[in-house]
Nanobody, 115 residues
Framework: QVQLVESGGGLVQAGGSLRLSCAAS????????MDWYRQAPGKQRELVAY???????TYSDSVKGRFTISRDDAKNTVYLQMNNLKPEDTAVYYC?????????WGQGTQVTVSS
């Protein structure tokens, strides 16, 4: 079992920045990749970025160049640095841990970008 707790969401003006954190606990040695997803009202949950155990990163086209995913293994935490935020980035952001047998979701953190 892996437990995930997200934090760092809030209200920000367009063009601003936020940094989300996802603290992991439990059987984290089994985690292969860590993902950030988001879900806007009335829309499907979409993958924003992910990072592998080796540190490789991948981003969706909508956030490439603006968001950066990183990890601090000493703190068992994954971050999502979000710069130049746009109103269309408004969503609940979730982190997800993937092991070889299962996956686990955090509770989500709200990000609201005002125009």
């Amino acid at each position: 079992q892996v437990q995930l707790v997200e934090s760092g969401g809030g209200l920000v003006q367009a063009g601003g920045s936020l940094r989300l954190s996802c603290a992991a606990s439990g059987s984290i040695f089994n985690v292969a990749t860590m993902d950030w997803y988001r879900q806007a009202p009335g829309k499907q949950r979409e993958l924003v970025a992910y990072i592998t155990r080796g540190g490789s990163t991948t981003y969706s086209d909508s956030v490439k160049g603006r968001f950066t995913i990183s990890r601090d293994d000493a703190k068992n935490t994954v971050y999502l640095q979000m710069n130049n935020l746009k109103p269309e980035d408004t969503a609940v952001y979730y982190c997800k841990a993937n092991t070889f047998r299962s996956y686990y979701w955090g509770q989500g953190t709200q990000v609201t970008v005002s125009s």
